[in-house]
């Protein structure tokens, strides 16, 4: 069967939100990862939208949704999703994420836990371990002073003589993946204070939800013990690590499965 996907915008509040949905049945919610945005879940959205109505939004600063001069933040993301869900009156449904969008999953369970069946959560962000990386090299690349830029524009010349030209080429490439995702560097890219005030590891433990967690081969080293973390202090979680991407898709499509079967509590 043909998975017929609709893009919808809605103004808010904090700005015009941009989602796309498929499907008809359970509400399941997909929340996309940095630098990515809601055709993130197009392959989920083929196979999970037999079953299930699935959603994914931009979140604001992601997309095609709207860019606001706003103090970014995890729990404001949040708010903005409350204020969505409220508008196409979504009451109850499962909830996806990815990344940056499972720490924002995460922020909104334990804002909404009521609203939650269920919590797939895929390479989280969003807790302190001793692998969390400082992203020093990424606020050089986009920084409004782009001296690094600049210094690798002007070796540019005889990178391959230095045997750089592929480094500085995936890092040129890099900053532009950066300089389209501005919620991405909003985000990710605060100040060390900022970002550990919205750590969860203090919170995780009062999430009773149902709740699976991913990690894949590709993750970083801090991707991993932040998955890690996760399994740890949220009770009664499952976790998982993944052989490959695409075993994703298998995973929670049987995750939610399992899910409807089982009575409420």
């Known amino acids: 069967m043909v998975c017929v996907v609709r893009n919808s915008r809605l103004k808010l509040s904090q700005g015009q939100i941009f989602w796309r949905e ?4 359970e509400a399941v919610i997909f929340i996309h990862g940095a630098c990515r945005e809601s055709s993130q879940w197009s392959e989920h959205f083929e196979v ?13 600063g992601f997309g095609d949704s ?22 196409i009156r979504l009451k109850q449904f499962y909830l996806v994420g990815d990344g940056l969008g499972a720490w924002v999953a995460a922020r909104y369970a334990l804002n909404h836990p009521e609203q939650i069946k269920g919590l797939i959560l895929r390479s ?12 020093f090299w990424e606020k050089c690349l986009v920084s409004p002073l782009p001296l690094v830029p600049w210094f690798l524009k002007l070796i540019s010349p005889i990178a391959p003589l230095l045997g750089l030209k592929k480094k500085i080429k995936n890092a040129f490439e890099h900053r532009k993946t950066l300089r ?22 203090y919170q995780l433990a009062q999430l009773t939800a149902p709740t699976l967690i991913l990690s894949t ?3 970083s080293p801090s991707q991993l013990a932040q998955s890690q973390a996760y399994a740890r202090l949220i009770k009664h979680s499952n976790y998982q690590e ?22 409420s509590k």
Do not use: M
């Open 48 to 60: 999970l939208g037999q079953k299930f109505h699935c959603f994914a939004p931009d979140l604001l």
């Open 180 to 201: 389209r995702s501005p919620g991405t560097c909003k985000l990710l890219f605060r100040s060390g204070a900022r970002l550990k005030s919205e750590y969860l590891n």
């Open 66 to 87: 709207e860019r606001p001069p706003a103090p970014y933040s995890i729990q404001w993301e949040s708010e903005v999703l409350a204020e969505l869900f409220e508008n």
């Open 242 to 263: 993944l052989e490959d991407k695409e075993e994703a898709i298998a995973a929670i499509q049987t995750w939610l499965k399992t899910q409807e079967k089982t009575p």
């Open 22 to 25: 498929t499907g008809q049945g």
């Open 124 to 135: 989280p962000l969003g807790v302190e371990t001793d692998k969390n990386p400082s992203y």
């Open 217 to 219: 081969p590709d993750d």
